[in-house]
């Protein structure tokens, strides 16, 4: 009996597990627009280079000259190792031109194809693939 309700734990701690990772992940289409297409320029202030996705975190001024705080989502890290990054390709201060999708719920977010490196490590104007999800639900 003991051991049924423990296997009965392990099997239910494990699905609980699984279903937080699935539900942590979703498609591209449940969070971003692909019908509104963005380019903006800023400055790094932060890198999160973690699983599921890559995240930059960069100030863009508008016009009137406000900064606004913008989150970039892009692939996995072995996403984009593959395509040509590494975990040091942006440092914080970097100017950066990323081209994406915004998100759905107005925050300012958005889901990146590409980054352009205007001010890293001497390669100024390499354009690298972010490793959009758009595309592949």
Do not use: C, Y
């Not at 406000?66 to 395509?83: F, I, V």
């Not at 107005?106 to 001497?122: F, I």
Request: aromatic share 6%; charged share 20%; net charge positive.
């Amino acid at each position: 009996m003991k051991k049924a309700l423990l296997a009965s734990v392990f099997v239910v701690g494990g699905m609980l597990l699984v279903a937080g990772r699935a539900a942590a992940h979703h498609s591209f289409a449940a969070e971003f627009d692909a019908k509104k297409p963005v380019k903006m320029t800023g400055i790094v202030t932060n890198v999160e280079w973690s699983n599921p996705h890559v995240w930059i975190r960069f100030n863009v001024k508008d016009e009137s000259g406000k900064t606004t705080n913008w989150g970039a989502e892009m692939g996995p890290p072995h996403g984009l190792q593959g395509s040509g990054w590494r975990r040091d390709t942006l440092k914080i201060g970097d100017q950066i031109t990323v081209e994406g999708s915004l998100a759905k719920n107005g925050s300012s977010n958005l889901n990146a194809r590409s980054v352009t490196l205007t001010s890293t490590g001497g390669r100024p104007g390499q354009t690298l693939d972010a490793a959009s999800s758009q595309g592949k639900q």
